[in-house]
């Protein structure tokens, strides 16, 4: 006995349209749980923690949205395609929301949660009431094979498209948009298509046009709405502001300070950056046998470069830094460009755009010191950077007789993550001397020196231009006072990644 159900002609687009909505709510529902995820790590830092939440909200939501759902027993169609729209207005205004209310609510998490619960609430009404709309179109088996395969494809297209096209194309407010537009129009084509059946089917159409045009206008305006945010953000004037593949790229600038700020963190101040650069730079030159060859990693804004390029006898200079941008960024722009003394024009400088740890795994050149100026490691993708893996990769590009010097955050704030670093590095046999400055933007701040060899021997004077570092300020760099002696820890490694734990716990009790 055939148990199949016939599908009649003029129904089949019908079908096959529902069909694609599924698809298109599972894309755009995946795509606001990773714009939420991201925002909040550039927003809360803790890449892991924000993402694992908000999936496991999001999919509770879709739980209680599923529950609810039995309750919707008329008009279904018609309460569908209101739950289309109201996912495409939470979803698409969601980023803009968030970027724009992050420094004027208190309890912003709650904001995020909030948001997320209810895209999820309503993703999960959809798919039960599709799947009601559907159930005398297909056999059982049949439909709920269909629905899900759709609603899997859907998943597998955001998580494709999202890290490779519209994060480093459009950025997360016009993606979330674009998204959101995406939303609405499913539901302007049902109203269309299917408006026999769905109830005040003029009102609802009406809705939908001009949500559309609304979310045109943002997404046209949307450079202005992330200026505006991040104007209230920053107390001094935002001169540059640009989302990479890998960062969102920020420059103020008042009367005597220009400040450069990666994902919302500062990285430096003009008024007092040759501090930090002058002591990553020139303490571990000063106890170098050679400088012939100098590996830089990280170090994008070309400041550590400037430092290196005032000794004569270097030869060669080779910086791997991930993000083009950056680099680039402070190559082209006169403005910039004129801090590092246009240092990345120097025929003695190779520039690698590429990612450090894989770059040390490709190479086998050798140095005669290496330094490394990466962010702080406050997410697992840059803490990765700060393992003991990483560290045994890196002492076999060094001289026998080389140097290596790490910036290791403020011992004072952070005093576990400091002495983390110094403990990961002796791990993999590399004999360690910590020091510590005062950068006035910072505050206290510390430096990791490591070679193969134990002793540290003066090999040359630092040279006459600086500011900051003279022999005078070396008797006093290495010694630390009790309130920033040693402590005991754990070694970072790439299956704990403790050091991240360390640098959240501590530098939130800052923020408090």
């Not at 770059?359 to 406050?378: R, V």
Request: aromatic fraction near 12%.
């Amino acid at each position: 006995m055939d148990n199949s159900v016939t599908v009649n002609d003029d129904k089949k687009p019908h079908v096959n349209l529902l069909l694609v909505s599924v698809l298109v709510i599972a894309t755009c529902g995946l795509i606001y749980e990773l714009i939420a995820g991201t925002l909040a790590s550039y927003l809360l830092g803790d890449s892991v923690t924000q993402f694992s939440t908000i999936i496991g909200v999001y999919l509770f939501a879709m739980g209680i949205g599923s529950w609810l759902s039995k309750y919707f027993n008329r008009d279904i169609l018609t309460w569908f395609v209101r739950a289309e729209i109201m996912v495409g207005i939470i979803g698409g205004f969601s980023s803009s929301i968030l970027f724009i209310l992050f420094e004027k609510v208190e309890s912003f998490r709650i904001l995020l949660y909030a948001i997320i619960l209810l895209i999820g609430i309503f993703v999960g009404i959809e798919i039960p009431l599709l799947m009601r709309i559907l159930k005398d179109k297909f056999p059982f088996k049949d439909l709920v094979a269909r629905v899900f395969t759709f609603d899997y494809i859907g998943a597998l297209v955001a998580s494709i498209i999202f890290p490779l096209i519209l994060v480093p194309q459009l950025g997360l407010i016009r993606s979330s948009l674009l998204f959101g537009m995406l939303n609405v129009m499913i539901a302007f084509i049902l109203c269309i298509r299917m408006e026999k059946e769905i109830k005040m089917v003029k009102t609802i159409r009406s809705t939908t046009i001009i949500t559309m045009l609304v979310m045109l206008v943002a997404f046209i305006y949307s450079e202005t709405i992330v200026s505006y945010a991040e104007s209230a953000n920053y107390p001094d004037k935002i001169i540059y502001a640009k989302s990479s593949k890998y960062q969102r790229i920020l420059v103020t600038k008042n009367r005597n300070d220009i400040r450069l700020y990666l994902n919302g963190n500062l990285q430096f101040s003009s008024s007092d950056e040759y501090r930090y650069h002058e002591a990553l730079v020139h303490v571990p030159a000063h106890f170098a046998e050679k400088i012939d060859k100098v590996l830089v990693m990280g170090g994008g804004d070309g400041m550590a470069v400037r430092e290196l390029l005032k000794y004569p006898e270097l030869k060669s200079i080779t910086l791997v830094d991930l993000d083009k941008a950056m680099t680039g960024l402070f190559t082209e722009n006169s403005f910039l460009s004129a801090l590092n003394k246009k240092s990345f024009s120097d025929p003695k400088v190779k520039i690698i755009n590429d990612d450090a740890f894989q770059w040390l795994k490709q190479h086998d050149e050798l140095f005669d010191m290496i330094i490394i100026d990466f962010p702080d490691p406050s997410n697992y993708s840059i803490g990765k950077l700060y393992t003991n893996t990483f560290y045994s990769l890196m002492q076999n590009h060094l001289f026998e007789r080389g140097i290596v010097v790490v910036q290791s955050t403020s011992p004072y704030v952070a005093p576990k993550s400091f002495w983390c670093v110094s403990k990961t590095m002796e791990s993999v046999g590399l004999f360690t001397r910590a020091y510590h400055v005062y950068v006035p933007a910072f505050g206290d701040w510390g430096f990791i020196l490591a070679g193969k060899e134990p002793d540290l021997i003066a090999h040359r004077n630092f040279p006459d231009s600086l500011r900051y570092i003279n022999e005078s300020v070396m008797k006093d760099i290495f010694s630390f006072p009790p309130d920033m002696v040693r402590k005991e820890t754990m070694v970072n490694k790439l299956n704990n990644q403790v050091l991240v734990s360390y640098f959240e716990e501590e530098w939130d009790k800052v923020s408090q």
